[in-house]
Each structure stands twice: as structure tokens, then as C-alpha cells.
């Protein structure tokens, strides 16, 4: 269970090198989906774009 502990490893680095893993559980980790909807605030991800 230790791995558990770790996940999503946000703070491991090479954060940029698991991007896609990362996205892959999006909708089922609540941790990963609240990171990534605060880093869309700090990058200025615009919301509203088509």
C-alpha cells in the first residue's frame, strides 16, 4: 500500500513526463482532477475557448 501513499506522485519530478498517465485518471481521481483545474488557474487556461 505504500504505492498508494505516493499516488498521483505529483511531487515526484518528472511531473511533465507522466502528463498523460496523469490524465488518464482525471475523471477518477479527485486529487489529480483538483490539481489539474488549479493549474488551469495559474497557466490561465481559458475556460470559455471553442
Known sequence: ???CREFP????PGFR???FTTFMHYERCPIIFNVMEQLKD???FDR???
Open 17 to 19: 513526463n507522466r502528463l
Open 1 to 3: 500500500f505504500a504505492g
Open 42 to 44: 495559474v497557466i490561465g
Open 9 to 12: 506522485a505529483l511531487h515526484v
Open 48 to 50: 470559455d475557448a471553442q
